[in-house]
């Protein structure tokens, strides 16, 4: 079964390199991603995942994040097709083959109870999301991937020192040295102290690096706002929470090493730093893509930031990585389709797309306001659960802060978004001859609708595995 | 650990230095090669009994770090007519003291961790964090994208220096991890490399920004 997993989007991917024709390739991505949603379900209804001693094996927290990439794959990979049927002018066998090989990895990330195994995944979702961001083909998305693959290499680099050290740590200390997980959180008692500290860091700053925590996210702008809509939205939803499981795997060992404390104050500092950067940076933004990509920072800085002040606010935390990649879905993709009908993402250029482009601009102003956090929106209900954390913690700084940053990014994004939606759009936007069709809308449809029904309602299998996922994370075991 | 361990260790950092004061992008490359070369002959030393395999690793290192590396390096710097000089951001004096400044810290640093009794008195954990300092700081302060890459391949070699104190405990991993991102990642970064000579016929980042705020 976790072969399979695997396998199954590799061959896929392996399919779509060999497929001669243009026209059709695209289709073998939803193809791919069906398949994957499928067998994740069989493995979510109780078929063992289990391989190699233990290496790979799915845990209520890998279950969790594996379900939600599925089905943020699924969606993304309906939209690929009619994408790529406006994009006929650039050939798309790379393109196709890496988003599925990139499925195949992030799934590989989840699976992986070897943190060697897991840094190796890792560094092969780096490499098979560079050639999605220079798809265009031009200078500036050249930039944005040489960029991208600097610093994440370095932020990888970092991660395999840290793994190195945590390595060490056990070594020191005379016992059998191990990076299989599991051993690992029996051992963390007796993990030598200074090691593991030094450990934590470095992974933080690894893979926090490729979630895009500040200050090391300076890739994220370029990345985000020179990709295509669906790459951004893979890269927001998708490698973000992948990286973000991995801190969380390290943060467990810390939890068993009764050394939480330590790590929860690092954690509540990287976190409240990210939405402040964000929030700086997104007053006066005006190009609307770029500020997608600030608004995933404070997003991943709430994630850090939940986790870091634990009790109510992890089970906040896990069901805001669940919302917030879903709204950034919506927001990705229609941005996509506004960056389309006016062949700019500027706010100079921009204006008007409520009119131009009736439901994606609906959308897009649509998914400001869930990731804003107003009701009903599904990051409503979880942002409002993290508060209660906080407060419930006695943290009244933290919170007052967190609503403040908060408040800023309303305001900050607000201006932006609203000068895109409102207004007349000009002559030229007209004459791009893009409008919006059916196969490019229904899928941020589907989004907008799973992040309507979270805030109203959370089904009862999601809410028990959510319990799981936050127990097992607390509980170190 | 072996006692012909802390000489070559000390012949690296000292090319840590060459590295970050050299004004010919060559001395520069040849100096990183150099280095690999050290690192590849250390997986020998750090060995308790020899084994084939660790002679193939060994030669594995050798020949990426200190040959085709290199070589494809050279390659690009002959391919684009650029400028052969290193262009830093800060001058070569500040670059040197800020390296030696960096040394010193990543010395007291490592005393405060405590070290397996097997690995007493040697060099390895201070040579790994200066390393990795020098890495950062060429990657930092430099212009060029191959420059870069060199900052990044100075950084692995910290990252590999590290891995020699768990090379008797879990081999296949650290062996297997280190070459893989160094060949891969640097193997990618040479294709972006040439895209943007390409692109731009230069390879100095200073054209990259047309992204910023």
Known sequence: M???????????????????????????????????????????????????????????????????ISVLFLLCALYAPGYLALRADRPNRIFCACLLAMLAMMTLVTLSHHLGLMWVAMEATTLTTAPLLFFNHNPRSLEATWKYLLISSVGIALALLGSFFLAYSSLHEGLESTLLFDD?????????????????????????????????????????????????????????????????????????????AFAREILIFVGLLSMTVAAVFMVRQRDFKRMLAYSSVEHMGILVLGIGVGGVATFGALLHLLTNGLTEGVLFLSAGNIHRAYGSK????????????????????????????????????????????????????????????????????????????????????????????????????????????????????????????????EGGQ | MHQLLDPILVAVLLLNFVALGASQLRTVIHAVALQGVLLGTTIVVAHNTVTVWVIIMAGATIALKGVVIPRMLFHAIREVVIRREVEPIIGFIASLLLGGVGTALAVLFAKTLPIAHEHMGSLVVPAALSTVLTGFLILTTRVKAISQVVGYLVLENGVFIFGLLLVEAMPFLVEIGVLLDLFVAIFVMGIIVYQISQEFSTVSTRKLSALKE
Request: proline fraction near 7%; include cysteine; hydrophobic fraction near 55%.
């Open chain 1, 2 to 68: 976790a072969w399979l997993l695997i396998l199954i989007p590799l061959l896929a991917a392996a399919a779509a390199a060999l497929m001669p024709s243009d026209r059709w390739r695209p289709w073998l991505v939803p193809l791919g991603g069906l398949a994957h949603f499928v067998l994740v379900g069989c493995a979510l209804a109780g078929t063992p995942v289990f391989a190699f001693n233990g290496w790979l094996s799915l845990d209520p927290l890998g279950k969790l994040v594996l379900a939600f």
């Open chain 1, 346 to 473: 500027l706010t100079d250029d921009v204006r008007g797309a409520i009119r131009r482009l009736p439901v994606s601009g609906a959308l897009f102003l649509g998914g400001f306001l869930a990731i804003t956090g107003s009701p009903p929106g599904g990051p409503f209900i979880s942002e409002f659960t993290i508060l209660n954390g906080i407060i419930g913690e006695g943290k009244f700084v933290v919170a007052g802060l967190f609503l403040l940053l908060l408040a800023v990014v309303f305001v900050g994004m607000g201006a932006t978004v609203l000068r895109v939606v409102q207004g007349t759009p000009s002559d030229q936007a007209a004459a791009t001859g893009y409008h919006d069709r059916p196969q490019v809308v229904i899928p941020i449809l589907v989004f907008m609708g799973l992040v309507l029904m979270l805030g109203l309602y959370i089904p009862t299998p999601l809410e028990s595995l959510l319990r799981e996922a936050a127990k097992f994370l």
């Open chain 1, 184 to 260: 690992l959180v029996k051992l963390a008692p007796q993990l030598s102290r200074p090691w593991l500290h030094a450990a934590f860091v470095l992974l933080l700053v690894g893979y926090g690096t490729k979630m895009g925590l500040a200050p090391m996210h300076t890739w994220k702008p370029d990345a985000y706002g020179e990709a295509p809509g669906l790459v951004g939205a893979l890269l927001a939803g998708g490698v973000t929470s992948c990286a973000f499981l991995a801190i969380l795997r390290f943060f467990q060992i810390c939890v068993a090493a009764h050394e939480a």
